[in-house]
């Protein structure tokens, strides 16, 4: 079984740098460009199902994809949905210094919560899907995340629209590749 997280594509929030979270913001025309972009990456490869987070952003990039590879659009999942950055929301980098530069927003959820919802969430879909491939439209701090967990290993930012690829095995999840790079192993560098 191979899976692909796909970030979704820019929002009107993303362009002006504010706090998405769990706020339910749609995507913008560049977002939508990017999860037709993602189409291209994606290309090639044999695709069974396309699943995603119920946020907007994450259903209109899922659904662009699976038209582009024609692929039917599976379910969302709730255990999918972005980081909620309780009070955070919606704050620009400028408000988020001023008030919190500690970034400790009244209602943030932990990144061990965010990882856990993911990882569940993952096993459902691998209880689903049985051995088929499937792309997981979702968002960044969950899918950089649980990425590193799954790899013991830190990554950059997971850029709007982008693929990152992972693989489930006997001892557990192989992480391939992340916005849209193959992922060099520790002891290659």
């Known amino acids: 079984m191979t899976l692909a997280f796909i970030r979704h594509g820019q929002t009107k929030w993303n362009f002006e740098g504010r706090l998405q979270g769990s706020s339910d913001i749609p995507l913008n025309d ?103 491939n499937v792309i997981i439209v979702c968002h960044g701090t969950l899918i950089r995340y649980t990425l590193a967990a799954m790899a013991g290993r830190s990554f950059d930012a997971i850029r709007n629209g982008s693929v990152a690829t992972f693989e489930r095995t006997a001892d557990g999840w192989n992480v391939l590749t992340v916005n849209d790079e193959p992922v060099v192993a520790l002891d290659a560098v």
């Open 30 to 132: 560049t977002g939508r460009a990017q999860a037709a972009e993602a189409v291209g990456v994606l290309a090639g490869t044999d695709w069974d199902a396309i699943v995603s987070s119920p946020l907007s952003r994450a259903r209109e990039t899922a659904q662009i994809i699976a038209d582009g590879l024609q692929i039917e659009l599976g379910p969302s999942y709730d255990n999918l949905i972005e980081r909620h950055y309780g009070d955070g929301e919606g704050a620009n980098a400028e408000e988020i210094a001023e008030r919190w530069p500690d970034h400790l927003y009244p209602g943030l959820e932990s990144l061990d919560s965010v990882v856990a919802r993911a990882l569940s969430a993952l096993e459902t879909i691998a209880a689903e899907y049985g051995d088929a």
